[in-house]
């Protein structure tokens, strides 16, 4: 099946500080999002993006899917973005089953 | 959390014993979903509904039944349960595969 692999595993940061989270894909995509997982627990979508660019705030995320990776920018860190970020794929022809990466932990220190 | 809740939040539980697990949502969700989380393995599809009484297995079904016998619940049923199936559990639904929005999550003990 679809492999995904995210990098860094960890990440701790200064607050104000900006981040590049990576997600590599091993196969054609018609879905890919990206999850923040808060220290609590919830689990919050934040992209929809299996190409191209968007926006939200102070975070970004470009998937480029004809080189299979996906790239979620955070800038100006705050305390708040602290948690594992979770890249998630489904290959052509099953949008519905979703394959997660093993998560990036992002620390963000005040 | 768009309208979906879990039930129970925390269960321990004996193996052997059959458990269910009951995700509802009230925005009418077509496509329902549940996951299992676990260190060093992220979160993995256990099964998913898009419909009422259509269902389908993701990547880890075995040891686990589903039902949605109506559009707001999504019933996950382990029939005897094992220590493997400790976890925590969580429920999502959407109205497209395109976004999926998360409950709470469920923590599952299985002594």
């Known amino acids: 099946g679809i492999q995904v692999e995210q990098s860094p595993p960890d990440l701790i940061l200064q607050e104000g500080a900006n981040s590049t989270l990576r997600c590599n894909f091993s196969d054609s995509v018609n879905n890919l999002q990206w999850f923040h997982q808060n220290p609590w627990g919830q689990l919050i979508n934040l992209f929809y993006?299996?190409?191209g660019t968007k926006q939200n705030g102070r975070l970004s995320a470009t998937t480029v899917a004809t080189e299979r990776y996906s790239l979620l920018y955070i800038s100006s860190s705050q305390t708040t973005d602290s948690g594992v970020y979770f890249c998630?794929?489904?290959?052509?022809?099953?949008?519905?089953?979703?394959?997660f990466g093993k998560g990036t932990k992002l620390t963000v220190n005040p | 959390d768009a309208g979906i809740t879990q039930s129970p939040r925390h269960k321990v539980t004996e193996t052997g014993t059959p458990v269910t697990l009951r995700c509802h949502q009230t925005?009418?969700?077509?496509?329902m979903y549940w996951y299992r989380q676990d260190p060093g393995h992220g979160l993995r599809l256990i099964h998913y509904s898009y419909g009422v009484k259509d269902t389908d297995k993701g990547e880890v079904s075995d040891g686990y039944s589903v039902s949605r016998s109506k559009t707001e619940d999504f019933l996950l049923t382990l029939e005897s349960a094992t220590s493997s199936q400790t976890s925590v559990y969580f429920c999502a639904g959407g109205t497209r595969p395109e976004t999926q929005y998360f409950g709470p999550g469920t923590r599952l003990l299985v002594l």
């Open positions: 925005e009418n969700h077509r496509y």
């Open positions: 998630a794929v489904a290959p052509q022809g099953g949008s519905e089953k979703l394959v």
């Open positions: 993006i299996p190409s």
